[in-house]
């Protein structure tokens, strides 16, 4: 709990493979938002999100991007986040202080805030990018992950992912604990991209923990330096909950018409499906395992959902949406009832 620049400051050199930062955006709200209602909306008004101007934004920006990039290991890499706010002027910053920038990714939120006054376009995404510590950084990028878990297609750098709702929206005696929480779907798809099992990442913006809980979940270790205490304890609580995948789980891949297609690793990250769950057949005869990049595991074979329902029954092809079940008290639920969850979830049904 601290500064995140003196504490980043105080960090070994060169110590973290991965930094994840979900910063202040400045949004400079001058008045309270109401829906049309009369309602007010549960806007970003806190102090941390407040800076005196431009300039001030720009100083505070450029040290912790500095102290970020000094204990990045020599092959290390940085994602940041941001909306029209803040982003393009931490994308000039990261350019100046030296990194590389390899991707800007558009996450698309499928459940957007709509603007209540109806005089601006929704706005319905943000904006990440993705940099290695120079222009000569061997990066880590898990292409083939990113691919298993897009079905076998190149994974786009336009992600649909839904903002927290429901139970994994945090709360403290029923107000949002935190409000920019992000979704685990979006750290789980970073992280799973990015970076190893036993590998460092450091979020110098730690809020709620969101980046430490799939940190622990994937197996990777992590750094959380965050300077409001009311965050910490929720953070805390939230990330002692949780069980680290262990064994093959953590393994990844190296190496539909007429509906909006949903990948499978789509239900793997945002928590619908977890890895490691047991997949069987409905006359209970086969079973496979879920690994963290939406592949399966079946014995010494791997592959997609619809590969190993085809090797399963001996097959040329196989649809592994309605032959795989999961045992849900009792019952075979097919995984075809949890992609109807997930679409329902991003607004494509």
Same mark, same amino acid.
């Not at 504490?7 to 001058?30: I, K, S, W």
């Not at 499978?264 to 005869?285: H, K, N, Y």
């Given at each position: 709990m601290g500064?995140?620049?003196?504490?980043? /400051?105080?960090?070994?050199?060169?110590?973290?493979?991965?930094?994840?930062?979900?910063?202040?955006? /400045?949004?400079?709200? &001058?008045?309270?938002?109401?829906r049309p209602e009369?309602?007010?909306?549960?806007a970003v008004d806190d102090d941390w999100d407040k800076f005196a101007s431009y300039a001030t934004y720009d100083e505070f920006t450029r040290a912790w991007l500095t102290a970020a990039r000094r204990i990045l290991k020599p092959d290390g890499a940085i994602w940041t986040i941001g909306s029209y706010h803040n982003i393009f002027r931490v994308g000039a910053a990261l350019q100046d202080a030296g990194y590389w920038?390899?991707?800007?990714?558009?996450?698309?939120?499928?459940?957007?805030? #709509?603007? %209540?006054?109806?005089?601006r376009f929704t706005n319905a995404h943000e904006t990440l990018i993705w940099a290695s510590k120079s222009e000569n950084s061997k990066y880590k990028f898990n292409y083939h992950a990113m691919k298993a878990m897009n079905e076998e297609l190149q994974m786009r750098s336009d992600w649909l992912i839904p903002i927290c709702t429901g139970g994994e929206r945090l709360k403290t005696d029923g107000v949002k604990a935190h409000p920019t929480q992000k979704p685990e779907?979006?750290?789980?798809?970073?992280?799973?991209?990015?970076?190893? #099992?036993?590998?460092?990442?450091?979020? #110098?913006? %730690?809020?709620?923990?969101?980046?430490?809980a799939v940190?622990?979940?994937?197996?990777?270790?992590?750094?959380?330096?965050?300077?409001?205490?009311?965050?910490?304890?929720? &953070?805390?609580?939230?990330? &002692?909950?949780?069980?680290?995948?262990?064994?093959?789980?953590?393994t990844v891949t190296q190496g539909k018409r007429g509906e909006t297609r949903i990948p %499978?690793?789509?239900?793997?990250?945002?928590?619908?499906?977890?890895?490691?769950?047991?997949?069987?057949? #409905?006359?209970?005869?086969h079973q496979a395992e879920v690994r963290a990049d939406g592949s399966l595991s079946m014995g010494t074979k791997t592959g997609s959902i619809h590969q190993l329902g085809a090797a399963a029954?001996?097959?040329?092809?196989?649809?592994?949406?309605? %032959?795989?079940?999961?045992?849900?008290?009792?019952?075979?639920?097919?995984?075809?009832?949890?992609?109807?969850?997930?679409r329902a979830s991003v607004g494509t049904v």
């Open positions: 500064d995140c620049i003196a504490a980043m /400051n105080a960090m070994p050199e060169g110590c973290a493979d991965l930094v994840f930062a979900d910063p202040p955006y /400045n949004l400079q709200l &001058a008045h309270n938002l109401h009369g309602g007010k909306v549960a920038i390899l991707n800007d990714i558009v996450w698309r939120k499928a459940n957007p805030m #709509p603007n %209540f006054k109806g005089t779907a979006l750290l789980y798809r970073v992280l799973l991209a990015c970076t190893e #099992p036993g590998d460092l990442i450091v979020d #110098p913006f %730690f809020g709620t923990g969101t980046t430490g940190a622990k979940l994937l197996g990777r270790h992590y750094i959380g330096i965050e300077r409001e205490e009311k965050y910490v304890k929720v &953070a805390e609580v939230r990330i &002692a909950s949780l069980l680290p995948l262990s064994g093959g789980d953590m %499978f690793g789509s239900l793997v990250e945002s928590g619908l499906v977890r890895p490691g769950t047991r997949l069987i057949d #409905p006359q209970r005869r029954q001996g097959l040329p092809s196989c649809n592994g949406w309605t %032959f795989w079940h999961i045992e849900e008290a009792g019952k075979l639920v097919p995984l075809d009832a949890k992609r109807d969850v997930y």
